[in-house]
Structures are given as structure tokens and as C-alpha cells.
């Protein structure tokens, strides 16, 4: 196997897997998300403490002065309270977007959760982690399992053609990456923090 190919393939899957989170719509940035939520609460109660939990310290002068000015305009009711309730979970949500460290690409349209994203809430409403942590470890030996077996398979056949080889070279490099990256990342833990 050419070293040269291999840390090039290498350097592709490690560069993919890690954007991965970035490329992957987050659930915080949709107007039935948790940030968008409480933000509609804050203007409901004409409590801000409900927004300012979801950003950083540095942030809450930008997030009062959002809030005072829809404030304002929400209460005068129909459109003009649309309007100011859209403005400020917007302001929320891509303060907290900022505060996380990623992009904002504007406030999306609601749906549901993913599968996982559900049933982590529904654990910290249940108080019982073991459904996550169960499906996490039936993805992870599925997907695991797939990527090895592929991987077998090719060996035993690496060395009938330079195509072949090829062959090998990709299963391997998708194996062994996708192992050692989800092994970084579960040592590395979220790289979330709202924190200043």
C-alpha cells in the first residue's frame, strides 16, 4: 500500500467524518426547537431569563436589547406580534448557534426530531439513560460490524489486482477511521459549550 495514498485517504475520511456535526441540521436552530421555544416564552412572560439560559455572558447586552425592542412591538398583538416574536427567536437562536461555536443559517422551519435526538429527551424526562445507551451501542456494533466484514472480504482478496488493492486500501481506511475517530470523539466528548 503506497503511504503516500494511504495518509492522503486517511486525511479525507478524518477531514469528512469530523464536519460531519457542522453539516448536519441541528435541532436548536428550528422554530419548535428548544432555543426558539423558550425565546417565544421569554416574550410570552416578558421573562428573558427563559433566553438568556442558551447563550454566553458576553452575548446578554445584545440579547436585552433585542428583547426590550420585542418586547415592545409584541405587545401591541397581531402581525406586529409575529414579527417581533420571529426577530427575537431569530436573535436567540444565532447568538446561541454563535455561542456554540457554529453557524447560523437562519431560523428553519419546524419538524420533528431525529430518532436519537428524541430519545435523548425523552431520557432526561424519564430519568432513565439505558434506551440511549442501548441504541447507541446497537449503531455503533451495526456499523462497525459492516465496515469490518467489508474490510475482511477485501483482504482476502488484496493482493488478485492493483484494483483490488484498491480496494482494500478503501475498506481498510474507512475501518480503521471510523473506529478511531468515534473513539476521539467519545474520549474528546461534545465540543458544545455556551460558556464564555
Known sequence: MNTRISTLLTLLFLTLFSLTPILSQAHCDRVNGPVAT??????????????????????EPELRTAFERSLNVYQEGGASQKLAERYFMETTVRLHREAEGM????????????????????????????????????????????LFTEAMEAKSNKDASVEAGREWVDAYVKYIVYVHSLYQKIQAGPAHGVGD
Open 38 to 59: 423558550d425565546a417565544r416564552q421569554a416574550l410570552e412572560t416578558k421573562d428573558i431569563d427563559h433566553a438568556l439560559v442558551w447563550i454566553g455572558e458576553s452575548q
Open 103 to 146: 453557524p447560523y443559517t437562519g431560523l428553519k422551519p419546524a419538524q420533528e426530531s431525529s430518532e436519537d435526538i428524541q430519545l435523548a429527551e425523552e431520557a432526561l424526562n424519564s430519568g432513565k439513560l439505558a434506551p440511549v445507551t442501548d441504541m447507541l451501542a446497537k449503531q455503533i456494533r451495526k456499523k462497525t460490524s459492516h
